[in-house]
């Protein structure tokens, strides 16, 4: 039988963000698997170091909408620690209260979008219009569904008061009760269980040779969490079950976000019910001290990294963000060994990817040029000639945005 390679991407109806995937396959058996990331570069990371760190906070929100919330806290706690800056107790709380909904906000997604990929459109329907519910939250809390801008360096810009509270538990209970009835559907309805079971096998061993993070890790036994390994925030005050299955495959992974939720939604109780008083932010002044730091952070995908490096001034000389896609993606190749292209929708699905967060330009190679570092303007020069050599032309844009500075 004769090997068919296959293109998959970057523009595909079943690919929500434009990435490139190439599939090798033996009759509908897959053989091999290459992942060719780079299609979403948005030089966010290049950004950063051309603007302010009030406006970087900003900015790291958009590295995902999903897990904007995650990526802020990560880069305003890079930024705190090197500052020395001790934010009030109050506005902790409410940063982890925020990063909580959040994550109850990406799990209700991804359920969803699991649902879809499996041809269970109906779970789908259901899980989404029980994510309007924290999406309203989060709305009321911040003044934003998505991209909330909530926090600062020093704390969190909103307050949350007595009948908020209210609302909050409200919704918490109502979630929680719609929780129940999908773990029901995921233990007990059978063609749910062998469609899952068996797909994506991930074993202990290549999770850990392969850096996998998240829920994605400890469907696979491993029992590692940066919330609890590595608390910030308000976490050394919760109690709270970090969430492992043996499965090893898809079905386990769907298992660990339902029981994730659930802790979830305890986590949000006992913020709300230990909410201490007093102030939510604190002043810090625009110049940073010289310094550096990496920040740690449990987003919904799994953990978040970031660098920050300051120079003195009010623009980080640096900043990289490992986002956990990153981690997670080279895991997919594994788990499509000897899979049916069928699997290929939902296999990639169970890592739950962004690849916006994931996308990176590491460098340009050039003739007698060992290495070449680009300016902003250099880079974003560089992307027009690039675009309209491939037939992208953006000369006829207003003169005012080709002159403007970025």
Known sequence: MHKVMIPIGPQHPALKEPESFLVALKGEKITDFVVRLGYNHRGIEKACEERTYIQDIYLTERICGICSHSHSTAFVQAVEEIAAVQVPKRGLYIR???????????????????????????????????????????????????????????????????????EILKGDDKLEERTKYYIDIATKETTVIKRLSGVGVLSREDALKLGA??????????????????????????????????????????????????????????????????????????????GEAVSLYEAPRGEDIHYVKSNGTEKPERVKVRAPTLANVQCVAKMLEDRQLADLPIVIAAIDPCFSCTDRLVGIKEKGCRKKVLKWEQLREFSIHWYRHHGVDFSKLNSKLETKKW
């Open 96 to 166: 982890t209260l925020v990063a909580e909904l959040e994550r109850v906000h990406s799990h209700l997604l991804w359920l969803g979008v699991a649902g879809h990929e499996i041809g269970f459109d109906t779970l789908l329907m259901y899980s989404w219009r029980d994510r309007e519910i924290v999406m309203d939250l989060l709305a009321t809390i911040t003044g934003n569904r998505v991209n909330y801008g909530l926090n600062t360096i020093g704390g969190v810009r909103r307050d949350i008061s007595p009948e908020q509270v209210k």
């Open 213 to 290: 993070v998240g829920p994605t890790a400890r469907a696979s036994g491993i029992d590692r969490d940066t919330r609890r390994d590595n608390p910030y925030a308000a976490y050394s005050e919760l109690d709270f079950k970090v969430v492992t299955d043996n499965h090893n495959d898809v079905y386990g992974r769907t298992l660990v976000r339902l029981g994730e939720l659930m802790e979830s939604y305890k986590m949000i109780r006992q913020i709300l019910k230990n909410l201490p008083e007093g102030p939510i932010a604190v002043k810090v002044p625009r110049k940073i001290p010289v």
